[in-house]
């Protein structure tokens, strides 16, 4: 007999070993299609649209210099840097002498590329100019007086806030949370803008950008900053949107009151490493949880990602509709419906170019807030299997006096989904203790 201890120890054992054995398969089988698709979305793309998309299966120093671009510099190691065991062996030689042949960036044909959908609310951010600004949602302080409701009354006298969603949501996020919950005085005296970020939701999703941090910053500068010559503001983000606000409140730091981050994606390491371990910690190669998993298949393969957003993304009135039928309702919870609001090309370089890439400049960007004295406030729930507690914790040791609020029992998003109410409240109670004008709530 054994002592149970041993036999315990004896089964986890083989059971990690057969887990990762699996995993190890699984990702081989993955590493194998994603060469083979390179070449299929090649085809298809010179099919379509006579020139192939610059994908980044090559190496750095192959690609570099191709698009002459200046924004090369800023886009993610992470791009390059996903280990393939097939790309590597290049033991394809013809897809050598693919990779050699002239990659463009924008490809010919229209603004829409053809794995995108076409339907009429996704390129809505076409007319009228063509998608020179972000979808804003403002909400003007109102006189409660019902007839001159929504009319600016407060001027510069009011309190301005924006809010940042984070990867794969839209401006609804906020919208159809806090918006919702706020209260009276908060309703008369301040200004609220929620965005859409580039890329997503009904924003401009060009195909000829990168969409690293720069880009993000400039569209929102250009959208609520300039526009509405604010002088100060409020930041509240979420997850990704943690890393535009820094780098925006970094960017504004005498115009920043406030900042909260609800589960900000803060991995310390070093500057030289930080969006490897970012793209590691956040979407490590694994099967398990089904998040992880999904995040790290849709960050590790750009072309199998690719066939994702092509049956997902691109048909996705179809599957709306079916949705619905399956559960019997007329209208999809906003957030089933921002899942497939982006392309591949927009998503596909905002998790590299802000989520990993953005990671290096996390550290930096604290720094030259504590130093101006902004207020910080982290919340994050316990039971997030996205961007761990951990994250959290670390900003409380690198920000000492920032305001820390674990809330027991909530996940990535229901730290305010199904709390609406509380985490509003919360807000408000930052930004009145940070206003110019004393609200009493
Ligand atoms: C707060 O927001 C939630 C979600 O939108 C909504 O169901 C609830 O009715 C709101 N509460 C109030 C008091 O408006």
Known sequence: MFPSSLVGKWTTKSAAT???????????????????FCIIYRYLDEFFEGKAYRCYCGDRGELQGSVGDDRESELSETLYGRNNVFRQMRFLGFARKWENRKKAFGGGGGITVWSDCGCESCVSWMKDGGGQNLHVVVKEPSTGDPTTANENCCGD????????????????????TVFPNLSEPVKRNYRLFAV??????????????????????????????????????????????????????AKYSNCVKSIVLTAPPYIPSSKEGASLTALEKLAGKRLWPPLIFGSSFMSWYEHLGRC????????HRIWEKILKLLTWRRDLHFMIMDLTRHTHHSAWHTMHNVICGGAKFLDENLDRLMKSGVKFCVIHGDCDNVVP?????????????????????????????????????????IWASFADTELFL
């Open 308 to 315: 994702v957003c092509l049956l997902v993304c691109r048909n």
């Open 157 to 176: 006298l009011a309190e301005n806030v924006i809010f940042l969603h984070g990867f794969l949501s839209s401006s609804s996020f906020w919208t159809e």
């Open 389 to 429: 507690l951990e994250c959290s914790e670390s900003i409380k040791s690198k920000v000492p006096n920032a305001e820390i609020n674990i809330i027991s029992n909530a996940d990535h998003c229901s730290v305010i989904m199904g709390r609406e109410k509380d985490f509003t409240r919360n807000l408000e109670h």
């Open 196 to 249: 859409d970020l580039l890329g997503f939701g009904r924003s401009p999703k060009p195909k000829d950008c990168f969409y690293t941090l720069t880009d993000h910053l400039e569209m929102i500068e250009k959208s609520v900053i300039k526009p509405f010559e604010l002088k100060s503001f409020h930041l509240v983000a979420h997850s990704m949107g943690c890393t535009i606000s820094l780098a925006l409140a």
């Open 18 to 36: 057969v887990i990762s054995a699996t995993s190890f398969i699984v990702f081989l089988i993955f590493d194998f299609l994603e060469v083979i």
